[in-house]
């Protein structure tokens, strides 16, 4: 399972290598952080948010923030799936502590890809990409992702943890 920072930089090195200075410095936050910081909705010490290179980046927000709207999505679909199976199994994994540094892409099926494309799309194009650019950008992504999914498909399980 990718990490959803490890595909942004993955994005933003292939469409806008010019903003991975600004990745590079995000991903020494936790993810929370960075989405609150992308969406502005960090506290603004700064006339400009973040800085300067916030204001002219438009890939690294919109495949951040999407990605990251995805991942949560497929956690609550986890969650949901351990409610129908037993009050236990929740218990269990509330005991457990989050991984809040680095959340995780969980393989999409394809109506969720689709979803995380249309989302691109209409991100990018609000930002001012023309429509070309933001469907280059969105196909980049989910190529990203369905190539990260094949990817942990053929890595083998470490030993010891076969189901």
Excluded: C
Aim: hydrophobic residues 40%.
């Amino acid at each position: 399972m990718p990490y959803v920072r490890d595909l942004v930089r993955e994005v933003v090195g292939e469409h806008a290598p010019h903003e991975l200075p600004l990745v590079d410095s995000l991903r020494t936050l936790g993810d929370d952080q960075v989405v609150r910081t992308l969406a502005g909705g960090g506290q603004k010490r700064e006339p400009l948010g973040f800085g300067y290179a916030e204001v002219s980046a438009l890939v690294t927000p919109v495949v951040w923030l999407v990605l990251d709207q995805a991942a949560r999505r497929t956690v609550d679909r986890a969650t949901e799936g351990l409610l129908a199976r037993g009050q236990a199994g929740v218990r269990r994994l509330l005991r457990r502590a989050p991984d809040a540094a680095n959340r995780t892409l969980i393989a999409l099926d394809p109506s969720e890809l689709a979803l995380v494309r249309t989302h691109i799309v209409e991100q990018a194009t609000e930002r001012g990409a023309d429509r070309r650019e933001a469907e280059a950008l969105a196909d980049g992504v989910v190529a990203r992702i369905a190539t990260s999914a094949v990817a942990d498909e053929d890595r083998p399980e470490p030993p010891g943890t076969a189901s």
